[in-house]
Each structure stands twice: as C-alpha cells, then as structure tokens.
C-alpha cells in the first residue's frame, strides 16, 4: 500500500551548471513519479516534492549522491497523495527572490554573512537567558502569518519576498538594529537571506531558526513558544504539530477560529482569505469583504 509523503529542503552551494542539474532533476523526479517544485539557481538548490515515500527514498538517496547536495537536511512530512497538480523543475537567477542579488555571497559552506543559526533547543535557551530582550522576526509574508507564528512575533506587512528589502530600509524596524532578533520562516531558507540583509543593514545581533518552523514544530509541537497552525506550500494549505494545535486564523464569515484559506469568488479580486468549513457548507462569506461582491443578476 503507497504511503504518501513530503519531502522539503534547500542547499545553498555554486552550481557552475544550473541547467544541468534541472535536467538531471526533473528526470529523476520523473522517473520516481514525483510531483511539487524545485527551484534551481547558480545559488543552489529548494526543493518540495510529494510522492511515495519508497519513491522519495530513492529520490533522496541518489540527490545526495552529489557532491553539492550531500549534506541537505531533508525534512518529512505526511502527505495526502494528491499535494501538487504536476511536476516542475525550473532555473532562476535567485534560489530565493528578495530581488538582492548584491548582497548575497554563497560558497560550498553555505550563504556568507548571515545569521547565527539556533537549533531549537538553543532557541529556548537564548530565550530563557535575554528573556523579553529576544524579538521573533517573521520572514514569511503577512497571510501565512495569519494561522501562525511565534508568540509576540515581529510580522511585517508584506505580500511578497520582493517587499523585505524596502520594509527593512524604511527605518520601521531601527528601534530592533540593538536587541536579539531571531528570524524565523517555513523552512528556513528565507531566513538564510533575509539574515544577511538585515545584518548589512545595521542589525546587530542576528540568528537564525535553523530548519525553519517544521523543525521546531518536530521538537516542540505546540507545548513551546509557536502559537497556531502552519501555512504550507501545497494542496494541504496547512499542517498541525499536534492534537494541540489551534489556528491563529478567524474565519471572515463567524469569527471562528480556522486555518482553512480559500480563494475570493471575485474574480477581478481572487485573494486568499480565511473560512471556515461550516461558513463554506452554508454559502456564507463567499468574498473575503475587502472588495466589492459581485452584483446579482
């Protein structure tokens, strides 16, 4: 019987060749009937792939087979068997686009000048030691904020990884450039550069949450310092870390709490907002009340 996994991870390293390695993985993928998406840059490699889990065993095993990618962290998660509509593998001139191609150096260790990076475990101690000193930093855009995040979390009001790099330069974040800041994001790799352009921009103490939220979430489920569920980049839209678990979300129809996004039926709109399932059966809130609703015929 097929047992449907997911797999994410991200090497940062030079690859010479890009283009080479798409082909190589969008062939191996294929030949393990994987769907879900990688990312391929002259920076490295991201990665989100759903299959069986046999076939992505394989699939891992002969990615670490590279040189490059033998140290990846890959990082497992239980699937549904239908989390991506297809398969794709493509080249970009960032692994991750914050449009600061300047400001990121990447060698064979990794993204250079960034953050120091905390296990979970050192999280909470930097955390028992600073107390209050410590601010969370989100590097997330503001709707995957919504069902989640660390308590008292810094969450900047962006839609997109494009927006960082103004939010940081327009001076909103200064009064943090002397304390604590621990970045945090899914996995972690947004972190990796959005930990160098805070620091080249005048923050002082920098970390980084080493392999994201998933990673704490595997330490800690919901008996530490996270708060809600966990937006992801699939056909689930969220996961729990445990039975403990409650959204952060409220639904636009009811109030209630909720972790379920859905697209507005506005069609000149189309955002995702939150709903809930009993609001849905009913028919209720079915824009997300920050457009015009269409006109009744």
């Not at 990846?72 to 068997?81: H, M, P, Q, R």
């Amino acid at each position: 019987m097929a047992t449907p996994k997911i797999v994410l991870f991200y090497v940062f390293t030079p690859l010479a060749d890009p283009e080479a390695v798409r082909l190589w993985q969008h062939a191996l993928a294929q030949k393990n009937s994987l769907t879900g998406r990688v990312i391929v840059s002259h920076q490295g490699i991201n990665a989100t792939l759903g299959g069986d889990v046999w076939d992505l065993k394989q699939y891992v095993k002969t990615t670490r087979s590279y040189a490059p990618f033998r140290d990846a962290d890959i990082k497992w998660s239980d699937g549904t068997g239908d989390d991506f509509p297809r398969l794709s593998v493509k080249v970009r001139s960032e692994l991750v686009t914050f449009d600061a191609p300047d400001d990121i150096r990447v060698t064979e260790d990794g993204v250079q000048g960034g953050g120091t990076h905390l296990s979970p475990a050192q999280l909470h101690s930097l955390v028992d030691e600073r107390g209050d000193d410590v601010v969370f930093f989100d590097g997330r855009n503001a709707l995957e904020a919504q069902i989640g995040r660390f308590r008292n979390a810094v969450v900047p009001e962006v839609e997109t990884t494009r927006e960082f790099l103004d939010e940081l330069e327009s001076g909103r974040y200064d009064h943090l450039k002397d304390r604590p800041v621990v970045t945090y994001c899914t996995g972690g790799i947004r972190c990796e550069v959005l930990s160098v352009l805070m620091r080249n921009r005048g923050f002082q103490e920098v970390y980084q949450l080493d392999g994201g939220i998933v990673r704490y979430g595997e330490a800690y489920g919901s008996s530490g310092l996270w708060d809600g569920s966990l937006y992801v980049f699939d056909n689930r839209m969220h996961m729990e870390f445990d039975a403990g678990s409650e959204s952060l979300g409220a639904c636009v129809g009811c109030g209630e709490r909720t972790p379920v996004f859905v697209n507005c039926s506005d069609e000149t709109c189309r955002i995702q907002y939150l709903r809930c399932e009993d609001c849905t059966a009913a028919g209720r809130a079915a824009t997300c009340g920050s457009c015009e609703a269409p006109a009744a015929l």
